[in-house]
C-alpha cells in the first residue's frame, strides 16, 4: 500500500477499460456502496485519463487528480486503496529517471454474477446496506441476467460448421502459412482483465497449516476456512499462534475446524478477560481515588484509617465502640 503527501509525485494510467452501460450500473449499486462515491469518480477519471500516445516523461502531477476529484490528498489514497481492495485497481511504482512514478493498471468491472459469487464481496454489500436492500439488489440483477437470453428447449443445434462452407488451398487448414502467423501475432493485444478481491494478507497460512498437521486437521481444511479464520482473527487481534491455541479445545478428532465452536470460544474468552480487565481497572481507580483522599487527611484520620485496613470490620466497629463508651 502506497502513499504519498507530495502533490506533485507523477504518475499515469497503463491501460484503457471499457464501462458499457451495465457496467456502470454495477459499479454504481454494487461497488459503491463498499468504497464510495469518490472512490467511483476516481476510477472513471483514471479511465478517461488513460493516452495511448502518451510517454513516461508526460507523466502529470497526482494534483490534477485532487484538482478532478475535489478532495485532499488523504481522502484521494483512502479511496484508491479501497479500489485496490475491491480490483478495481492496480497500483505501481516504476524506477526511471523521474524516479517512483505510480502506474494505474485498471481492471474491468465484473458481471454481477460473478459480484455475488465473491463471498467478501457481497458479505461486505450485505452489511453496508442491509438485508433487505441486499436481497432487492440481488433480485434486480438476477432479474436483469435472466431476461439477456431466453432458454432453447426441445432443439438441436443444426448450424453448418466452417468446413461445410469453406475450403482452404493446400496444407492450410492443417499448417497456416508465415503471413497467417505473422498476422496472428501482430493483432495479439491482451483482453482486459476482470477485477478480483485483493485477498492477499500477512497472515502465515503455512505456519496454521504446521500447527494443525500435529493434530491430524488437513491444510485444504484451512484453506476452505480461510475467510472466517481470518475474520475472527481481525475480530480479536490475534496472531497465527494464539488463533491455534485458542481453537484447540474445539478440536474433537473430526479432522475438521468447528468454526462455531471456535467462535463462541472465542467470544467466551474475549468476555472473560475483558471483564477481568474491567474489574482490575475498577480497583486500580478506587486505590487512585483513596491515595487522592487520604492526601487530604490530618494525622488523627490518617491514624484511624490505619487502623481499618489492619482490622477487620468487625474487630475495628468493636474497638471503636469500646474508646467511646459503646456509641460508635
Known amino acids: 500500500m502506497f502513499e504519498t503527501s507530495d502533490p506533485k509525485h507523477l504518475y499515469y494510467v497503463a491501460n484503457r477499460v471499457t464501462l458499457f452501460p451495465e457496467d456502470e450500473q454495477i459499479?454504481?449499486?454494487?461497488?459503491?456502496?463498499?468504497?464510495?462515491?469518490?472512490?467511483?469518480?476516481?476510477?472513471?477519471?483514471l479511465i478517461s485519463d488513460y493516452?495511448?500516445?502518451?510517454?513516461?516523461?508526460?507523466?502529470?502531477?497526482?494534483?490534477?487528480?485532487?484538482?478532478?476529484l475535489d478532495c485532499?490528498?488523504?481522502?484521494?489514497?483512502?479511496?484508491?486503496?479501497?479500489?485496490?481492495?475491491?480490483?478495481?485497481?492496480?497500483?505501481?511504482?516504476s524506477d526511471n529517471v523521474f524516479n517512483n512514478v505510480i502506474v494505474f493498471k485498471l481492471l474491468k468491472?465484473?458481471?454481477?454474477?460473478?459480484?455475488?459469487a465473491t463471498p467478501l464481496l457481497a458479505s461486505l454489500l450485505k452489511e453496508k446496506v442491509g438485508e433487505e436492500t441486499f436481497h432487492e439488489l440481488s433480485h434486480k440483477f438476477a432479474k436483469e441476467a435472466k431476461l439477456r437470453e431466453?432458454?432453447?428447449?426441445?432443439?438441436?443445434?443444426?448450424?453448418?460448421?466452417?468446413?461445410?462452407?469453406?475450403?482452404?488451398?493446400?496444407?492450410?487448414?492443417?499448417?497456416p502459412s508465415s503471413d497467417v502467423i505473422e498476422a496472428a501475432k501482430e493483432n495479439k493485444?491482451?483482453?482486459?482483465?476482470?477485477?478480483?478481491?485483493?485477498?492477499?494478507?500477512?497472515?502465515?497460512?503455512?505456519?496454521?497449516?504446521?500447527?494443525y498437521e500435529v493434530y491430524q486437521i488437513p491444510a485444504s481444511e484451512v484453506d476452505n476456512k480461510k475467510n472466517q479464520i481470518r475474520s475472527l482473527m481481525q475480530?480479536?487481534?490475534?496472531?497465527?499462534?494464539?488463533?491455534?491455541?485458542?481453537?484447540?479445545p474445539c478440536l474433537h478428532g473430526s479432522y475438521e475446524l468447528n468454526m462455531r465452536d471456535i467462535s463462541n470460544t472465542l467470544a467466551e474468552n474475549y468476555?472473560?478477560?475483558?471483564?477481568?480487565?474491567?474489574?482490575?481497572?475498577?480497583?486500580?481507580?478506587?486505590?487512585?481515588?483513596?491515595?487522592?483522599?487520604?492526601?487530604?487527611?490530618?494525622?488523627?484520620?490518617?491514624?484511624?484509617?490505619?487502623?481499618?485496613?489492619?482490622?477487620s470490620p468487625a474487630e475495628f466497629l468493636y474497638k471503636i465502640k469500646t474508646e467511646k463508651g459503646g456509641i460508635a
Open 72 to 93: 485532499s490528498l488523504k481522502t484521494m489514497f483512502t479511496s484508491l486503496h479501497k479500489l485496490e481492495a475491491v480490483g478495481l485497481v492496480q497500483t505501481f511504482l
Open 150 to 175: 431466453k432458454p432453447i428447449k426441445n432443439a438441436r443445434d443444426v448450424s453448418a460448421n466452417f468446413f461445410d462452407m469453406f475450403r482452404l488451398p493446400g496444407d492450410e487448414a492443417i499448417t
Open 235 to 248: 475480530t480479536y487481534g490475534l496472531s497465527e499462534k494464539e488463533f491455534v491455541d485458542e481453537s484447540l
Open 271 to 311: 468476555k472473560r478477560i475483558n471483564t477481568r480487565e474491567h474489574v482490575q481497572k475498577q480497583v486500580n481507580e478506587g486505590r487512585k481515588k483513596a491515595l487522592a483522599a487520604i492526601k487530604g487527611l490530618d494525622d488523627n484520620d490518617k491514624k484511624l484509617l490505619k487502623e481499618a485496613n489492619e482490622s
Open 189 to 211: 493485444v491482451h483482453e482486459e482483465e476482470v477485477a478480483q478481491v485483493n485477498d492477499r494478507d500477512a497472515i502465515d497460512w503455512d505456519f496454521i497449516k504446521e500447527q
Open 109 to 116: 468491472v465484473p458481471s454481477a454474477d460473478k459480484f455475488f
Open 27 to 45: 459499479l454504481i449499486k454494487l461497488y459503491q456502496p463498499l468504497v464510495g462515491a469518490v472512490a467511483v469518480a476516481l476510477y472513471q477519471t
Open 51 to 68: 493516452d495511448p500516445y502518451g510517454i513516461i516523461s508526460d507523466s502529470k502531477g497526482i494534483y490534477s487528480l485532487q484538482e478532478q
